[in-house]
């Protein structure tokens, strides 16, 4: 079974700067998808980023960037320029590239922005 | 165009009750799920139903059922309320390709359901 591991509960960054998630995975899979997503105190689940795992390329979407190595089964994301907007709950996920349509997700990291 | 919607936002239930949880999309999605999210956790599957007439379980399917009653319309349902069933609830909806490909999940915005 997939599994999805965030080592850090909480997170916190200075206004303006730049901010690194982490999130590592387990799979005996070659094809899948990982996401990013944000769960703001709103509770709605937002989708951040996607990264296909047959994709060498490393997909940003404006302040957002992921780092994804695949042989070391880790996908970080990276937010640089961070805004009051960006503090919420980010859960790193897992979904399997055909078949079973399940999202596994992470227990999620809560990252604070300081004005 | 509203996305997925649930109701209700708020429940609060007795020991043994039973109650439904309704969601309908309105993206013209196949496929349908039902998550739980527990404090300090992420979101973990119930049931799925990847097209109109069949569902599925996920990861934690006891003490639930499900139905998916039309292409927009997939409800949750606990027969007898535990206090181990509080939790907030996430109804989801994706599209799902001929070839089996699917795409992004989109959620609706949570049942906050407490049983005591």
């Known amino acids: 079974a997939q599994t999805v591991t965030q080592s850090q509960p909480e997170m916190s960054v200075q206004e303006a700067e730049t901010v690194t998630l982490s999130c590592t995975y387990d799979?005996?899979?070659?094809?899948?998808?990982l996401f990013w997503y944000k769960q703001p105190p709103s509770r709605q689940m937002i989708l951040v980023i996607r990264q296909e795992a047959y994709k060498q390329q490393n997909a940003t979407e404006n302040r957002f960037s992921v780092n994804f190595q695949k042989a070391a089964k880790s996908f970080s994301l990276k937010i640089s320029d961070s805004q009051l907007g960006d503090a919420a709950m980010y859960f790193c996920a897992y979904r399997r590239f055909q078949g079973a349509q399940k999202l596994v997700f992470g227990q999620g990291t809560r990252l604070t922005i300081n004005p | 165009n509203a996305g997925v919607t649930q109701t209700p936002k708020f429940q609060v239930l007795k020991t043994g009750q039973s109650m439904t949880l309704q969601c309908a999309q309105d993206?013209?999605?196949?496929?349908m799920y039902w998550y739980r999210q527990d404090p300090g956790m992420g979101l973990r599957l119930i049931y799925y139903?990847?097209?109109?007439?069949?569902?599925d379980k996920g990861e934690v399917p006891n003490g639930y059922n499900v139905s998916r009653l039309n292409k927009r319309e997939f409800s949750l349902r606990l027969e007898s309320a535990a206090p181990s069933q509080t939790s907030v609830y996430f109804c989801a909806s994706s599209y799902r390709g001929t070839s089996g490909q699917t795409y992004e999940q989109y959620f609706g915005p949570g049942t906050r359901l407490t049983v005591t």
């Open positions: 993206m013209n999605h196949n496929s």
């Open positions: 799979t005996s899979e070659s094809d899948y998808y």
């Open positions: 139903s990847a097209s109109e007439g069949t569902t």
